[in-house]
């Protein structure tokens, strides 16, 4: 169990000049003020690390780190915050676990930013943003490498308007909730072999068209394709389902032969419309005349509904 965290206690700046870094294990930061926390990261030595510290409400904003800055193994609770900060030195937040809504939006890393292996939860009320909209500039960070390898997203995520320029690293991260890639540029270092796990999302297909269009766009071709099955597995399914929903409302027939009024509540239309077709346009749709009684086929309908979503 953590131990909260006592100034008097635990921060020993001699102790960290001569060690070359300042090194915090196992220290509960819930109670401490951002400001308190942030003084200690500028504390004057060159390497600062959390390794399985836990922190709520963290709001680092704005702030310039100079330092290599690690927070190893730890957990943020509540919301969290970096937004448009500086981080000059090597700094990762490797295995951390985030919860609530975490705030990255439009940050400047200079070196090395890591997220490996990180995981955001949870998926209803939280949000991981990390973008970069109103960055100028951004594409000349060519030597600047990001990694969310094996990073877990089980919140909706946020990359908008982020120019991913040097070596980035998505390679097995999994996104279990919406995704928007909405304005990335990928250059040409880019790892993006990741794993969906997110397909009982409304709207998810609009998240896949997205990043499809994202990777075609700046010529990562066979990723795209990838994307491009996805869509149409996710198509199928949801052309499947509106039928089955369609069938559900149609009366048990063994003969499967359906009365006017039963085939427009099926086609959503009104009956007289259907009336309208068989003397206008008598091909659109096949009926059968059974002495003067008129019956429609549930497969023709099946296959008219089908065939008219495909065009559309």
């Known amino acids: 169990m953590a131990k909260t965290y006592n100034k008097e206690k635990h921060f020993d700046l001699d102790y960290f000049r ?9 220290l509960d930061f819930s109670e401490v003020d951002n400001e308190e926390i942030k003084a200690i990261i500028e504390c ?4 600062v690390e959390f390794y399985q510290c836990t922190f709520n409400d963290l709001d680092l904003s704005r702030a310039i780190f100079k330092v290599n800055l690690k927070f190893m193994q730890c957990e943020f609770k509540g919301n969290t915050s970096f937004e448009k900060s500086v981080f000059c030195g090597h700094t990762c937040f490797t295995r951390s676990v985030f919860n609530g809504i975490t705030n990255f939006n439009n940050i400047i890393y200079e070196k090395e930013l890591d997220f490996f292996f990180i995981q955001t939860k949870p998926a209803k009320d939280g949000y991981f943003y990390f973008r970069g909209d ?4 951004q594409g000349t960070y060519e030597d600047h490498s990001i990694s969310f390898s094996r990073a877990v997203f089980e919140t909706e995520v946020s990359f908008l308007g982020n120019c991913f320029n040097g070596d980035t690293n998505f390679q097995d991260a999994v996104f279990k909730n919406k995704f928007w890639f909405t304005d990335v540029y990928f250059g040409y270092k880019v790892n993006i072999d990741v794993k969906f796990e997110c397909d009982g999302f409304k709207g998810i297909d609009m998240c896949y068209r997205i990043l499809r269009d994202a990777l075609t ?6 990723q795209s394709r990838a994307i491009e099955r996805l869509e149409e597995k996710i198509f199928k399914q949801q052309s499947k389902n509106v039928l089955f929903d369609e069938e559900e409302n149609v009366p048990d027939h063994p003969s499967d032969l359906l009365t006017t009024e039963e085939a427009a ?17 008598p091909d659109r749709l096949p009926f059968v005349k059974i002495g003067r009684t008129v019956k429609y ?12 979503r495909h065009k559309a």
Do not use: C, H, I
């Open 134 to 137: 109103e960055l100028e500039n």
């Open 217 to 222: 766009r700046t010529g990562y071709k066979l």
């Open 297 to 308: 086929r549930l497969e023709d309908l099946q296959a008219y509904v089908s065939g008219n």
């Open 265 to 281: 509540k099926y086609l959503k239309l009104k009956p007289n419309t259907l009336e309208r077709w068989r003397t206008q346009y």
């Open 18 to 26: 001569a060690k070359g870094m300042a090194f915090f294990d196992t």
């Open 44 to 47: 004057g030595v060159p390497e």
